[in-house]
Structure formats: C-alpha cells, structure tokens
C-alpha cells in the first residue's frame, strides 16, 4: 500500500508539472497538439499506476520525453510561424459581412447548429449583424460585430466614470482577512460598524465582505443568518 501511494504521488506531480507547463488553460481551450499530450500522458501515467511489476521509471521516463518534445514544439513555434501553423493550423474565417462562408465550415466540419449556438452564447441571434466570425485553432468561435452593433461605451458617450479599483475580500466565510483589511486601511472599529449596519452580530455570521478603492462595500450574510 506505501508503495501504491508513492508512485501515484510522484505520477500525480509530475502530470501537474506538464499541464502546468501547457499553461493556464481550460480544456475546451487546449491547442491540438496540447489535448494530444494530455491524453497520453495521463494514459501512460495509470498503468504503472495500476501494475506494481511495471518499473516506475517506464511511466516517468516517457512523460519526461513527451514535456520535453513539448517544450521543443513550443519554442519552435514562437520561432516559426509556418511551424505553429501546421502544428496548430489556421483560423478559419466562417462568417464575413453577414454571409456564410459554406466552404471554410464544411472543411472545418463545422455545423449550422454548431454556429448557430455559439452565436447565441455570444448574444448574438442575427448573423447577418456579424462583420467577422472566426473558428480559433482552439475551436472557440470570435466574434465580431458591425460597429453599429457594438453596444456604446463610456467613451463613446463622453463620460468618465470614477475607477473603483479592484475589491478586496475582508471576510471570506466567517473568516477575517487582517491583511486584505489594513490593505484597505481599516481597522477593527470599521469592520465591526459594517457589521452591525448590515444586521450581522459577529464575522462568523458573514459569507462574503468585499470592499473597492472607493470604499463601496459588498456585503454578504450566511444564508443560515438571514
């Protein structure tokens, strides 16, 4: 049983190590060449997992050369924009000026419904008020309006609103944050008139208290308080 623990402890870190190195990436949003190395590494990571008579370097040996082929992939493909193109491929443009590109989606075998719902996701049900629609090599969809369907910015409407700042959070579940509190410069005396101006007897009774350079607060109470 120790030895089942410490070969999945080591093949555990060494998996976090090479998604670490793919970066900070959802799946959905993984290149195909990075989906493809986190498939087999976590195939060859369970067998030595599972079969004590498999030597442990027969897992870690092969996981080391995958990352490393990685790194090497990675490196060539900053230097070499033909490289990562045909490693990752190209965007596929499949909505211009309001009209389907038919060719680019049926060679990307990319449905109707397919778009259809990504638009919607994005707010958009009217194709015809898309300027661009772009298939990433991710398989996420970009896209891009017309700019009078773009909604007005404060900019656009000559205002200029206050900058809030990032919020802070000063109580997180019932626990004070003293650091994020003397960050915000307050002390004990503000947190306990917050306290009691939102109805709450003690810290342990609060899920969430933020507060902004602007000193706004967000306030809330325990559901089990309310």
């Known amino acids: 049983m120790v030895i089942a623990f410490v070969r999945t402890i080591i093949l555990y870190l060494l998996i ?17 060449s990075e989906l493809v190395l986190a498939l087999i590494i976590a195939d060859l990571a369970a067998v030595p997992m599972q079969d004590f008579g498999i030597p442990l370097l027969s897992g870690i040996i092969p996981i080391l050369t995958l990352l490393s082929v990685t790194m090497i992939i990675s490196v060539l493909s900053m230097k070499s924009i ?16 309001g009209k389907l590109h038919q060719r680019e989606m049926a060679k990307n075998r990319f449905t109707v419904d397919e778009l259809m719902e990504e638009l919607r996701m994005k707010g958009v049900t009217d194709i015809s008020t898309v300027k661009y629609a772009i298939l990433e090599t991710n398989g996420q969809i970009s896209v891009l309006p017309f700019a009078d369907q773009k909604p007005p910015i404060a900019k656009d409407l000559n205002v200029a609103p206050e900058e809030a700042g990032l919020p802070v959070v000063i109580i997180n579940d019932g626990r004070i944050l003293n650091h994020n509190l003397k960050l915000r410069g307050y002390d004990s005396g503000w947190l306990m008139k917050q306290l009691k101006a939102h109805g709450a007897k003690k810290p342990e009774d609060v899920y969430l208290l933020t507060a902004d350079e602007m000193g706004r607060v967000y306030f809330a109470l325990k559901e089990d308080q309310k």
């Open 82 to 97: 033909k490289f990562r193109a045909i490693i990752c491929g190209r965007p596929s443009i499949i909505v211009e000026n």
């Open 16 to 32: 976090i190590v090479g998604i670490r190195l793919m970066g900070k990436r959802q799946v959905g949003e993984l290149e195909p």
